[in-house]
């Protein structure tokens, strides 16, 4: 059973930075597929960003591309999500979620962490 801890969401303007965290426990960590998700008040849960099993690929959502960049530290057991140039549509509680194999859908998933952004 893997558990998964977000930490790092608050109230940013436009344009700011944040970064956002989440340490994971049970289970080996660099073996799994992690992701961030994002839930927008009144909106469906969409994909933002993944990193890939053993960190061979990364790709992320078109919206967030070339901002938002997902990293990983295997020795924490924790995976990050670098976010730049915050837009007030990146507002939304932000989920991280951990799969066990190389696709299909994603096995455990974090409480969320909101983020708040003013323009």
């Known amino acids: 059973q893997v558990q998964l801890v977000e930490s790092g969401g608050g109230l940013v303007q436009a344009g700011g930075s944040l970064r956002l965290s989440c340490a994971a426990s049970?289970?080996?960590?660099?073996?799994?597929?992690m992701a961030w998700f994002r839930q927008a008040p009144g909106k469906e849960r969409e994909f933002v960003a993944e990193?890939?099993?053993?960190?061979?690929?990364?790709n992320a959502a078109g919206s967030v591309k070339g901002r938002f960049t997902i990293s990983r530290v295997n020795a924490k057991n924790t995976v990050y999500l670098q976010m730049n140039n915050l837009k007030a549509e990146d507002t939304a509680v932000y989920y991280c979620a951990a799969r066990r194999s190389g696709s299909g859908p994603f096995d455990y998933w974090g409480q969320g962490t909101q983020v708040t952004v003013s323009s």
């Open positions: 990193l890939s099993r053993y960190d061979i690929s990364a």
């Open positions: 049970g289970g080996t960590f660099s073996s799994y597929a």
